[in-house]
């Protein structure tokens, strides 16, 4: 069945960003000329998602702002004659239904997944983390939701990471199975180096079911004292569930850290024909001062 919902969980404290984030919702932080987490929801309409929920914490209204219909600003555009500037605003509040979910306390991602539970139902739906942007020809939702082995299967995108990066992340053991697919036989969240079953890492999209609540209300706080999705998951494995592994092939930003914010920023602006040319001259140009 075609995917029709995705969650979007962006109620992080945005530590690593402070003070940038104090008063400005890290999702917002422009990465060239969008903030990241139009790039998320952009990513899930891509794959024909058009009912979205994001799941953010109290201090996050400039999300929603911007998702939402501001005619006062159309017309005030219209006005001045920026006709391209207000079709844009207006085409960004019609992208999809998107609809909020507040996380009330910081108690992790599977906690967060957990508020969206009424959205979600009971159907399959994709889980994307607002801090990973994606880049490469296909769209990973669209991938992974061929990964799912079983109609009632889940399935999460995997990337090789580096070991100093292993015990930041979620990891998996997989095992080939038919179709040249993988399912994943055992999966933990941020390991110590001795512990890892591999050096692939969880990158931040998931088709997940409605199994993903039960499991996750049986979830004791494990990594960081949080309520973690992969230990819901792998309580979902014992139980005798199906994960697949799609292997994302593309390029993918962490903007949830500040290298990892410019680093997408730079790579726009040098895919943009307008923008490429004086990137490379002036980054060229900061190389030989260096
Ligand atoms: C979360 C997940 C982790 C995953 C990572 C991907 O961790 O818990 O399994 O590998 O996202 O970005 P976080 O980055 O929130 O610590």
Redo the contacts with the bound molecule.
């Keep these: 069945m075609k995917l029709r919902r995705a969650v979007i969980t962006a109620a992080?404290l945005g530590t690593r960003f402070l003070p940038a984030s104090k008063a400005v919702p890290k999702e917002m932080f422009p990465v060239y000329d969008k903030p990241a987490i139009q790039y998320v929801v952009e990513e899930a309409v891509a794959a024909g998602i058009r009912e979205i929920c994001i799941v953010i914490s109290a201090d996050k209204g400039a999300i929603k702002q911007h998702f939402g219909r501001d005619r006062a600003m159309e017309l005030v555009l219209a006005g001045k004659g920026k006709r391209q500037q207000a079709g844009l605003i207006r085409k960004l509040a019609g992208m999809a239904r998107i609809s909020y979910v507040l996380q009330r306390e910081q108690k992790?991602?599977?906690h967060a997944v957990l508020c969206a539970e009424r959205f979600a139902g009971k159907e399959a739906f994709a889980l994307l983390?607002a801090?990973?942007l994606m880049y490469g020809a296909a769209n990973v939702l669209t991938q992974l939701d061929r990964a799912r082995r079983k109609p009632d299967g889940m399935a999460l995108a995997v990337e090789k990471v580096s070991r100093q990066m292993i015990p930041?992340?979620?990891?998996v053991k997989i095992k080939r199975g038919g179709r040249g697919a993988y399912d994943i036989e055992d999966?933990v969240?941020?390991p110590r180096l001795k512990d890892a079953p591999s050096d692939l890492?969880?990158?931040?999209r998931y088709i997940l079911t409605g199994e993903i609540f039960k499991a996750l209300k049986r979830t004791r706080p494990g990594?960081?004292g949080e309520i973690?999705?992969?230990d819901a998951l792998r309580g979902y494995l014992k139980d005798g569930g199906n994960i697949g592994a799609g292997v994302f092939g593309g390029t993918r930003y962490?903007a949830?850290d500040k290298l990892g914010l410019i680093k997408a920023s730079l790579e726009m602006a040098l895919r943009d024909k307008m923008a490429k040319g004086e990137m490379r001259t002036y980054l060229k140009g900061l190389m030989k001062k260096r």
């Design positions: 992080g992790g991602l599977g983390l801090d990973d930041s992340y979620g990891i999966l969240e941020k890492g969880i990158v931040g990594a960081l973690q999705i992969t962490d949830g």
